[in-house]
């Protein structure tokens, strides 16, 4: 059993868990501690019985509630030093156990493969979870697409992946023009299109099982997010037979996931 669930995604927020027969464990917790336990509560999760929270970047979208439930409930913290040098939350040394971006390390009986993202953090990481020969890929928070996180989004059998804004709801916005600059620029955030391509590409060899994820809440909605990235696929006359993509919910745990 390898199962994957949403809690909350976006912008406002960022957590996700992911679970096998004896591990579980958080992929940042960028909510309050009172809406995580919530979350899990509807999956009949006890927070207790967490093995571990692995953290993408300091950003507070994902690391929220972190000190939080830490303190409640001393859960282990798993992050990179540079990560942990630059998080604004306190978090007891004891519970701290440091990973080193793109080498493995395991919680569990999860391998986690934690790779290098370009994105405005200290050391931002996506994750490869692997189980029994599964893998889930969590990748957002991602400025632009290179080979080398191609290659590590590839032969996913779950990928999360981050389609945070439409570039032109963007530009009309009211944000501030150096925070444009930001999200538009090579460390910023993925744009409908960019996923869109992505996922093209990673169809073609023969990804089937897509979460879209962290869209922005004033330059996206979560329908043109899914239309623009089908609309990729099928332009590039790509069989989408058994293809699932979906949208990751902002307020609420998505359905589980679970790969057989
Ligand atoms: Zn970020
Ligand atoms: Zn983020």
């Known amino acids: 059993m390898f199962k994957f669930c949403n809690l909350y995604s976006g912008s406002s927020g960022n957590c996700s868990f992911v679970e096998t027969d004896n591990t579980k464990i958080l992929i ?16 009949n999760i006890d927070i207790k019985n967490l093995n571990g929270i692995i953290i993408t970047h300091e950003h507070s979208d994902h690391v929220k509630g972190l000190a939080t439930i830490c303190k409640k409930y001393s859960i282990p913290v798993y992050a990179n030093n540079s990560t942990f040098t630059n998080l604004k939350q306190n978090i007891a040394d004891n519970n701290k156990i440091k990973f080193k971006s793109n080498e493995n390390f395991e919680i569990g009986d999860i391998k986690i493969f934690p790779f290098s993202i370009p994105h405005d953090a200290a050391d931002p990481c996506g994750f490869n979870l692997f189980h029994n020969d599964r893998k889930i890929t969590i990748a957002t928070d991602i400025g632009h697409i290179n080979n080398k996180i191609l ?9 999360l992946l981050e389609s945070n804004y439409e570039p032109d709801m963007l530009r009309c916005s009211n944000y501030p023009y150096l925070l444009k600059r930001r999200i538009l620029g090579p460390n910023g955030h993925l744009s409908n299109e960019d996923a869109g391509l992505t996922v093209t590409q990673l169809v073609k060899c023969g ?20 239309q623009t990235v089908m609309s990729n696929i099928i332009s590039n006359n790509v069989d989408t037979d058994k293809l699932r993509i979906q949208v990751a919910d902002r307020y609420k745990p998505n359905d589980l996931i679970e790969l057989q």
């Not at 290659?151 to 990928?159: M, P, T, V, Y």
């Not at 089937?208 to 004033?218: D, T, Y």
Request: hydrophobic residues 35%; charged residues 25%.
């Open 28 to 43: 940042d917790c960028g909510v309050s501690s009172k809406k995580i336990e919530e979350a899990l509560n509807s999956l």
């Open 151 to 159: 290659h590590n989004l590839d032969e996913s059998d779950f990928l």
């Open 207 to 226: 990804l089937k099982n897509i979460m879209l994820g962290h869209l922005s809440e004033q330059n996206n909605f979560p329908e043109l997010a899914y």
